[in-house]
């Protein structure tokens, strides 16, 4: 059986994109990418675990990013297809290191960065109703939409 090696994530960018030009013009990007998930724990508290990605973006899709075309920054909500890699290193001190990377071969912008004190629709929150608001009455503030009609005529097309 053949097999896959494809990953696919949706999460935060957790620094702006880190640009490297080689001697021959090639350009590498590497940003890391932030996931999350959260579940309720044995005592029913919300528990909030996050996972952090490496991600490693080459050729064209990194000319773009570097030349402006694509224009990524820290906190961007993005969508990464790519695979996995695994290489290996030797540190300052002689040790071998291993690092796990995505190399990316799409990415995609979903929703940009909000600043902290922004609502998610883009207007600062105030805590107050927007203008032209008009709250949906309760059933109870309803009278009996059947009471007093006549069946003959109600019909419900």
Do not use: C
């Not at 059986?1 to 994530?9: D, E, G, H």
């Not at 490693?56 to 030349?67: E, H, M, P, R, S």
């Not at 909000?114 to 949906?136: K, L, V």
């Amino acid at each position: 059986m053949a097999s896959m090696n494809k990953v696919i994530l949706i999460g935060r960018l957790g620094k702006t994109p880190e640009v490297t030009t080689f001697e021959n013009g090639n350009k590498k990007i590497s940003v890391t990418m932030a996931t999350s998930e959260r579940y309720r724990d044995r005592d029913n508290n919300w528990v909030e675990q996050t996972d952090w990605h490496n991600i490693v973006v080459w050729g064209n899709l990194a000319n773009d990013i570097a030349d402006g075309r694509r224009n990524y920054s820290k906190g961007d909500l993005m969508y990464v297809e790519g695979k996995l890699r695994t290489r290996q290193y030797t540190d300052q001190q002689g040790a071998v290191r291993y690092v796990t990377e995505v190399n990316a071969d799409k990415m995609m912008q979903l929703a940009p960065a909000r600043p902290a004190q922004q609502s998610s629709y883009g207007q600062p929150y105030t805590g107050e109703q927007p203008t032209g608001y008009t709250p949906i009455p309760s059933v109870s503030e309803h009278s009996d939409p059947l009471q007093g009609s006549d069946p003959e005529n109600d019909l419900p097309f």
